[in-house]
T-cell receptor, first 111, second 113 residues
Framework: DAKTTQPNSMESNEEEPVHLPCNHS???????IHWYRQLPSQGPEYVIH???SNVNNRMASLAIAEDRKSSTLILHRATLRDAAVYYC????????????FGDGTTLTVKP | ETGVTQSPTHLIKTRGQQVTLRCSSQ?????VSWYQQALGQGPQFIFQ???????GRGNFPPRFSGLQFPNYSSELNVNALELDDSALYLC????????????FGPGTRLTVL
C-alpha cells in the first residue's frame, strides 16, 4: 500500500503562513491526495484534495509536486483554531474508499 | 457539525465478547467507511459500504463486519474481541456526487479488558 510520511510536529506563530509537507513517493496514478485535520476528541475534518494540479479553497492551498511524490498544505494565516493533527492521505479512486492515513503532523500555533 | 453521529460514545467490553457500533448520517450520504484509530496513530481503513454492500476492505480480519441500511445508518460488528481492538472507531460518509469529501463522526471509544 502507498504510504505517506509527515513530520511528527511543527510550530507556527499566529497569523503567519504554515507549510505542512508530505512525502508519498509510492503514490499510484489513481491516488488522490487528501488532507484532513483532527482536533482533540473529534473526528477528522476535510481540508482539501487534489490529483495533479495545485488547488485552493477557503481553508487552505495544496501544492503538488510535478512528479506527485510530495505535496504541501499551505495555511495562509494560521490562527489558534488551526492547532490540530494534520493528516496527508492517499485515497485510491479505484479501490473504493481505501484511504491510507499516516500518523500526521501535530501543528502548534503560538499566539 | 458534519451531521454524522455515532453511538455509543464510550464502551467497555471484555476479551472474547462481541460489540456493535452504530453510525447515522444525513440523507443522500450513500457511502460509509469505518476506521480504527489507535491512540496516537492515524485512522486505519477497515471497510467501505455502498448501496448496502461492502465494496472495499483494508487489512482487517473477517471478525470485523458491517451492515449498511437504507435509512443512511450503518453498523460495525466486531466478534471475539481482543485487547488490541481497543481504539477509537470512526465512521465517515460521503454524499452522492461528492466522493472526495468524507464527513467523519466523533467516534466511539472502545476499551477491551
Amino acid at each position: 500500500d502507498a504510504k505517506t510520511t509527515q513530520p511528527n510536529s511543527m510550530e507556527s506563530n499566529e497569523e503567519e503562513p504554515v507549510h505542512l509537507p508530505c512525502n508519498h513517493s509510492t503514490i499510484s496514478g489513481t491516488d488522490y491526495i487528501h488532507w484532513y485535520r483532527q482536533l482533540p476528541s473529534q473526528g477528522p475534518e476535510y481540508v482539501i484534495h487534489g490529483l495533479t494540479s495545485n488547488v485552493n479553497n477557503r481553508m487552505a492551498s495544496l501544492a503538488i509536486a510535478e512528479d506527485r511524490k510530495s505535496s504541501t498544505l499551505i495555511l495562509h494565516r494560521a490562527t489558534l483554531r488551526d492547532a490540530a493533527v494534520y493528516y496527508c492521505i492517499l485515497r485510491d479512486a479505484t479501490n473504493a474508499g481505501k484511504s491510507t492515513f499516516g500518523d500526521g503532523t501535530t501543528l502548534t500555533v503560538k499566539p | 457539525e458534519t451531521g454524522v453521529t455515532q453511538s455509543p460514545t464510550h464502551l467497555i467490553k471484555t476479551r472474547g465478547q462481541q460489540v456493535t457500533l452504530r453510525c447515522s448520517s444525513q440523507s443522500g450520504h450513500n457511502t460509509v467507511s469505518w476506521y480504527q484509530q489507535a491512540l496516537g496513530q492515524g485512522p486505519q481503513f477497515i471497510f467501505q459500504y455502498y448501496r448496502e454492500e461492502e465494496n472495499g476492505r483494508g487489512n482487517f480480519p473477517p471478525r470485523f463486519s458491517g451492515l449498511q441500511f437504507p435509512n443512511y445508518s450503518s453498523e460495525l460488528n466486531v466478534n471475539a474481541l481482543e485487547l488490541d481492538d481497543s481504539a477509537l472507531y470512526l465512521c465517515a460518509t460521503t454524499r452522492v456526487g461528492s466522493y472526495n469529501e468524507q464527513f467523519f463522526g466523533p467516534g466511539t471509544r472502545l476499551t477491551v479488558l
